[in-house]
């Protein structure tokens, strides 16, 4: 009884700590290619960094340079890139006033 409890216990610990992580990685990659959309900036499991120009039902067109379009499958987009923080009011928040309060300091 207790090597069958012992191998019960390796196998319910082996799917804890490596099959249901993979399967939630799984999931959360399907529902992003799922949801890609013309305009969305991507990049490939081959490390090709592209916008969506038109979506099929399995594959997509990527534009990587301007006037370069491939002609990708869905599964291969790898993940979907956020855009980026452009706003430059933020660096100003930075700057340190040079001139002296009233108080002199």
């Known amino acids: 009884m207790g090597p069958l409890l012992a191998l019960l ?7 804890v700590l490596l099959i249901l992580p993979q399967q939630r990685r799984m999931k959360q990659h399907q ?8 305009g969305d900036e991507v ?3 081959g490390g090709v960094y592209g916008t969506i120009t038109s979506v099929d039902e399995d594959t997509l067109a990527v534009e990587v340079a301007p ?7 869905r599964s ?3 993940q979907r890139v956020g855009p980026y923080d452009t706003d430059e009011d933020d660096e100003d928040d930075d700057v340190i006033d040079p001139t002296p309060d ?4």
């Open 43 to 45: 990049v490939t499991a």
């Open 76 to 78: 291969a987009v790898s």
């Open 102 to 105: 009233k108080d002199g300091l």
């Open 31 to 38: 529902a992003v290619v799922a949801s890609l959309r013309a």
């Open 67 to 73: 006037g370069v379009v491939l002609r990708v499958l």
């Open 9 to 15: 216990i390796t196998f319910g610990l082996m799917w």
